[in-house]
């Protein structure tokens, strides 16, 4: 048995305060927003709008802009917070937990959807942002944008138009539309209805080099489909269990996913980094702003990198879309083919 002096409280004291400095520094950096996204700020009455323009992929690995999964919810005091697995095409143990749940008749699918449990699909591409009025230092400025269904609605509705209207190509630098974010309050919730692209096709600068400037400074967005920068399906499991241990009876799941009959996790993936791209907030109250979301189904073409492709970025020496380069802009075709 370990003797107790006052010597060594006051050692294990010391170190307990370092010990908590570290785990709060981890977690105070954990979730803090990537300063390379840009989000419109939502004032009380859900009016805004913002103007940008939707930038290609100028490194070519992967299409203008690509689909997470995601879940994010709160179980007692403490948060799930997480991309998933099946972004990469990979089994996810918080999916296979609210699949479970969901056909369960004693929980169920709207109890599920109730606690916020749900799959989140977003998507993220390079844009240029053209008109920030209540943040003007963004004009200017190539930022990642984070947008769900209702935007990408907007974005295969000029991409692949129904009945015969005409494709929009919205990544061309030199004849694309701008894109005007449009934002109301209906029932409570805020909504990007109204959103639209311009009906005028212009460059996105008045030269041929300020154009090729803005192509580099996209972000190459194979870093968020990469696998090495998902967690494991081991990680995933171990964070969701400590979880879902703060179910309360009746509230939610109370047994953690030891008992949730999971098959056997796939071979583990190094850890990488990852982002947060943050949420919309209010501007009045500083909460998370209510956004409708929903699901999208993508096909898993669209999480493969074009053909040829290492997934390494490449150094953008011509304009997107120019025949001398390697690079090219992914016109309506693409989706045509893998978004049917």
Same mark, same amino acid.
Not at 62 to 70: D, E, G, R
Not at 320 to 337: K, Q
């Given at each position: ?61 992967? /299409?203008? @802009?690509?689909?997470?999964? +995601?879940? #994010?919810?709160?179980?007692? !005091? ?5 991309? %998933?697995? *099946? ?89 694309? /539309?701008? @894109?005007?974010?449009?934002? +109301?309050? #209906?029932?409570?919730?805020? !909504? ?5 692209? %311009?009906? *005028? ?140």
């Amino acid at each position: 048995m370990v003797e107790i002096t006052l010597d060594s409280l006051r050692q294990d004291s010391q170190e307990a305060v370092d010990k908590a400095n570290e785990s709060l520094d981890q977690q105070n950096t954990k979730y803090k927003p990537d300063p390379r996204f840009w989000k419109p700020i939502i004032p009380t009455d859900g009016n805004s709008e913002y103007v940008v323009r939707f930038l290609p992929n100028a490194h070519g690995t992967t /299409p203008p @802009f690509v689909p997470i999964h +995601k879940f #994010q919810f709160k179980v007692g !005091n403490t948060w799930y917070i997480n991309n %998933s697995r *099946e972004t990469i095409g990979e089994k996810d143990p918080c999916n296979e937990l609210t699949m479970k749940d969901s056909n369960t008749p004693s929980i169920g699918r709207d109890e599920v959807r109730k606690q916020g449990r749900m799959r989140k699909t977003v998507n993220i591409a390079n844009i240029l942002v053209i008109q920030d009025r209540v943040n003007p230092g963004n004009e200017g400025k190539v930022m990642l944008y984070e947008f769900t269904r209702q935007i990408l609605d907007k974005v295969q509705e000029a991409i692949k138009p129904n009945y015969d209207e005409k494709p929009i190509n919205i990544f061309d630098l030199e004849a694309g /539309p701008n @894109f005007i974010i449009r934002t +109301k309050k #209906q029932n409570g919730m805020v !909504n990007y209805l109204d959103s639209k692209f %311009s009906t *005028e096709l212009k460059p996105i600068a008045d030269t041929q080099d300020g154009i090729l400037e803005i192509a580099k400074q996209t972000v190459d967005l194979y870093e968020f489909i990469n696998p090495d920068n998902f967690k494991s399906y081991e990680e995933l499991k171990a964070q969701l269990d400590n979880v879902m241990a703060n179910a309360l009876p009746g509230t939610t799941t109370a047994n953690t996913t030891a008992n949730a009959g999971f098959g056997n996790a796939p071979a583990q993936q190094p850890q990488g980094g990852s982002y947060n791209a943050g949420v919309d907030t209010n501007q009045s109250t500083g909460q998370p702003q209510s956004t409708p979301t929903a699901d999208f189904n993508y096909p898993d073409s669209l999480n493969d990198r074009p053909a040829g492709h290492t997934g390494k970025g490449t150094e953008i020496t011509e304009l997107p879309g120019d025949s001398t380069g390697t690079n090219e802009v992914v016109d309506a075709s693409f989706f045509e083919n893998n978004m049917g």
